[in-house]
């Protein structure tokens, strides 16, 4: 096996060691029975990015694209309801829910039935999962501003962003050996964001924010 196989399996490794990573969240929910300072965003849009990933995957007949975003999809639907089971603002929720289903079936029905050209609508297709790469890399970030008020890094999983960061790099590397941008470009910018997210753990460490009431602050 060269070294760009190898590459390749680390990467795919590496991707459904990540999906597992929302376990940890979850079992932080179910054991203090509320969803606070934990975001829905991160949920929600890596069961989005999975579903188009399985599209693309079942387009170009990748079966490694097709095995991890199966798994993706269905562990991050697990965790959406878990999260749904335990969080108090689901009007919010909803909404969030509501905005995910739309990034969802539109480019599904693009390319299902506005688009005939086959290789147009795979192109296309890909550039939206590319973005949406991004969008998972990035969605962890989604509560820096709580964050940076609190001055704690309760609201930010270590090991997911380490794992996205892991993820991020293996893939950015494996895009360049097999001279493949649109593989290279989300990872690489994904690994950036990751670089992010440790400067903030690196400034407020790992300290839970301080509580002076009995009831938690949710955040939606």
């Not at 969803?35 to 991160?42: G, Q, R």
Request: glycine residues 6%; proline residues 4%.
């Amino acid at each position: 096996m060269d070294w760009v196989s190898t590459l390749s399996v680390l990467a795919t490794v590496t991707s459904f060691a990540t999906q597992f990573v929302g376990l940890e969240i979850c079992f932080r929910i179910v054991q203090r029975g509320s969803s606070s300072d934990v975001s829905p965003t991160p949920f929600v849009i890596f069961f989005v990015s999975a579903c188009v990933w399985l599209k693309y995957g079942l387009m170009m007949s990748i079966s490694n694209v097709v095995l991890t975003s199966s798994l993706g999809a269905v562990l991050q639907f697990l965790y959406i309801c878990v999260y749904y089971l335990y969080t108090t603002k689901r009007h919010s929720f909803h909404r969030l829910c509501v905005l995910g289903v739309g990034i969802l079936f539109l480019p599904l029905c693009y390319v299902n039935y506005y688009e005939y050209q086959p290789d147009l609508a795979t192109r296309n297709l890909g550039l939206y999962c590319c973005a949406l790469s991004i969008l998972c890399y990035a969605s962890p970030l989604a509560t820096v501003a709580d964050v940076i008020k609190s001055q704690s890094t309760e609201s930010i999983s270590f090991p997911l962003c380490f794992m996205n960061f892991l993820c991020a790099v293996e893939w950015a590397l494996y895009g360049i050996a097999i001279n493949d941008q649109y593989v290279t470009f989300p990872n690489a910018l994904g690994g950036l964001l990751g670089l992010i997210q440790f400067i903030l753990f690196g400034l407020y460490g790992f300290k839970k924010r301080s509580r002076h009431k009995v009831v938690p602050v949710t955040q939606a």
